[in-house]
């Protein structure tokens, strides 16, 4: 990611450059060869720059840090480290069964063809009611969550089926919902009250 960024801010310059050359010699566009030279700086080259800005600042929205860089969702990051990993997120997150750097993301993305797009468009939601609207006081998910979110990694594991596989059909029609029986998850409103784990990072 780094060397993509550095890429990136290498284009952004050389481009930068390039126009400034056009502006202070703009005889260079006189001859054919120059205006397909100037068609590419000034039409090209920022298209690449809009499309590798688009897809870094994408990849960057699926971090945790960035979904938890809002005030409001501190308490959702302070829970990935309860000690009680009866919760269902710390349990998840202190034992690798997600990304730490994509932990949010994993577990709040619909798996469906446009899960991606969709999460995306939810996440800007967020933005415009983080900083243009009312934050409520307690925050709900626009929608129930669906057992797609658990299935797509738990399904056909072992120690799943060993517990869950003659139920396979309500599970993955939504009919019985996975947070009936894990109905532990955030505890935002006490996460400050609660012991957190001693390997949390500082």
């Excluded at 801010?9 to 100037?38: N, Q």
């Excluded at 480290?81 to 994509?102: E, I, K």
Aim: proline fraction near 3%.
């Amino acid at each position: 990611m780094l060397n993509f960024n550095l890429a990136l801010i290498a284009f952004i310059l050389v481009t930068v450059a390039l126009v400034a050359v056009l502006i202070l010699r703009p005889s260079l566009a006189a001859a054919r060869g120059g205006k397909v030279l100037a068609f590419f700086i000034l039409f090209l080259m920022p298209v690449v720059i809009l499309w590798a800005g688009t897809e870094l600042h994408l990849e960057h929205a699926k971090s945790t840090s960035f979904c938890l860089s809002c005030h409001v969702m501190e308490p959702y990051g302070e829970s990935l480290w309860l000690n009680d990993t009866g919760h269902l997120p710390a349990s998840h997150f202190q034992h690798n069964r997600v990304s730490r750097d994509a932990a949010c993301y994993t577990c709040h993305t619909s798996y469906t063809m446009f899960g991606g797009v969709k999460s995306k468009l939810k996440g800007l939601q967020h933005l415009y009611v983080n900083y243009l609207g009312t934050v409520p006081e307690t925050i709900q998910l626009y929608e129930p969550f669906s057992n797609l979110e658990c299935l797509h990694c738990h399904e056909g594991a072992r120690n799943f089926l060993d517990f869950h596989g003659d139920m396979m059909g309500e599970l993955e029609s939504n009919e019985t919902s996975c947070l009936e029986c894990h109905d532990q998850i955030h505890a935002v409103k006490e996460v400050d009250q609660l012991e957190k784990w001693e390997g949390a990072e500082p």
